[in-house]
C-alpha cells in the first residue's frame, strides 16, 4: 500500500487553466506538506498543514491554495497558471510524535507541464 | 535561520570505489539531519536520518553518515559504489522542535560508471 499517494503523477496543461493535484497519506500522520521542484532539482517548501491548519505558507504566489479537508488530505489548487509553475510537486507527512520523529515520508511526485 | 550546503553539483566514481557526497549545515538550534535519494522520474526515499542519538548513522543500500558538530557536516559515504546507486542525493535539515520542515540542499548528481 501506498503511504503517501498523489494524483495525477503527470500533467500537461495549457496556460491559464486553473487544475489540482491532490494527495492521500495512510499513516495517520498530523502534518502534511508540499513541496515544488524546479527544473534545477532545487526542492523548496510550500505548504505545511497541521491537523487541518495551515501552518507554514513561505512565500509562494495567491494563484496556489492548498485544501485540508481532513487530515489526511492535502490537495493543492492552482489558478491561472503560468510557464513558471511547470515543476514536480511533492505531496510529503510527518507524525506529530513517535518513531521515527522528524522523518518526512514524500509520495511519488507529479509532474505538471505547463504549455 | 537553518540551511545546507551540497558541495559538488555532480560526482563521478568508479564501481566499486568510495563514494563521498558532501553535506554541511548551518542551524542555530539542534538539528535533525537527513540523507533522501531521487532516482529518475521517481519520489524522494529516506536514506538515513540524524535525530541526536548515534554520530554515525547506518542507512539503507549501504550507506551512513557521520554527525561532526565541530565542523557542521553530515557527509554521506559508500565504502563500495554499485552501478544502481546512480541517483540525485538530497542533503537536508530541520529544526529539532516545531513543525520540522525540511531544508534542503542543492542536491548531488551521482554517476557511476564501469
Known amino acids: 500500500d501506498t503511504a503517501v499517494s498523489q494524483t495525477p503523477k503527470y500533467l500537461v496543461t495549457q496556460m491559464g487553466n486553473d487544475k489540482s493535484i491532490k494527495c492521500e497519506q495512510n499513516?495517520?500522520?498530523?502534518?502534511m506538506y508540499w513541496y515544488k521542484q524546479d527544473s534545477k532539482k532545487f526542492l523548496k517548501i510550500m505548504f505545511s498543514?497541521?491537523?487541518?491548519?495551515?501552518?507554514i505558507n513561505e512565500t509562494v504566489p495567491n494563484r496556489f491554495s492548498p485544501k485540508s479537508p481532513d487530515k489526511a488530505h492535502l490537495n493543492l489548487h492552482i489558478n491561472s497558471l503560468e510557464l513558471g509553475d511547470s515543476a514536480v510537486y511533492f505531496c510529503?507527512?510527518?507524525?506529530?510524535?513517535?518513531?521515527?520523529?522528524?522523518?518526512?515520508?514524500f509520495g511519488e511526485g507529479s509532474w505538471l507541464t505547463v504549455v | 535561520a537553518q540551511s545546507v550546503t551540497q558541495l559538488g553539483s555532480h560526482v563521478s566514481v568508479s564501481e566499486g570505489a568510495l563514494v563521498l557526497l558532501r553535506c554541511n549545515y548551518s542551524s542555530s538550534v539542534p538539528p535533525y539531519l537527513f540523507w533522501y535519494v531521487q532516482y529518475p522520474n521517481q519520489g524522494l526515499q529516506l536514506l538515513l536520518k540524524y535525530t541526536s542519538a548515534a554520530t554515525l548513522v547506518k542507512g539503507i543500500n549501504g550507506f551512513e553518515a557521520e554527525f561532526k558538530k565541530s565542523e557542521t557536516s553530515f557527509h554521506l559515504t559508500k565504502p563500495s559504489a554499485h552501478m544502481s546507486d546512480a541517483a540525485e542525493y538530497f542533503c537536508a535539515v530541520s529544526e529539532s522542535g516545531g513543525y520540522n520542515k525540511l531544508i534542503f540542499g542543492a542536491g548531488t548528481r551521482l554517476a557511476v560508471h564501469p
Open positions: 499513516l495517520g500522520h498530523d502534518t
Open positions: 510529503a507527512s510527518r507524525p506529530n510524535s513517535g518513531p521515527p520523529l522528524g522523518s518526512i515520508y
Open positions: 498543514y497541521n491537523n487541518k491548519e495551515l501552518i
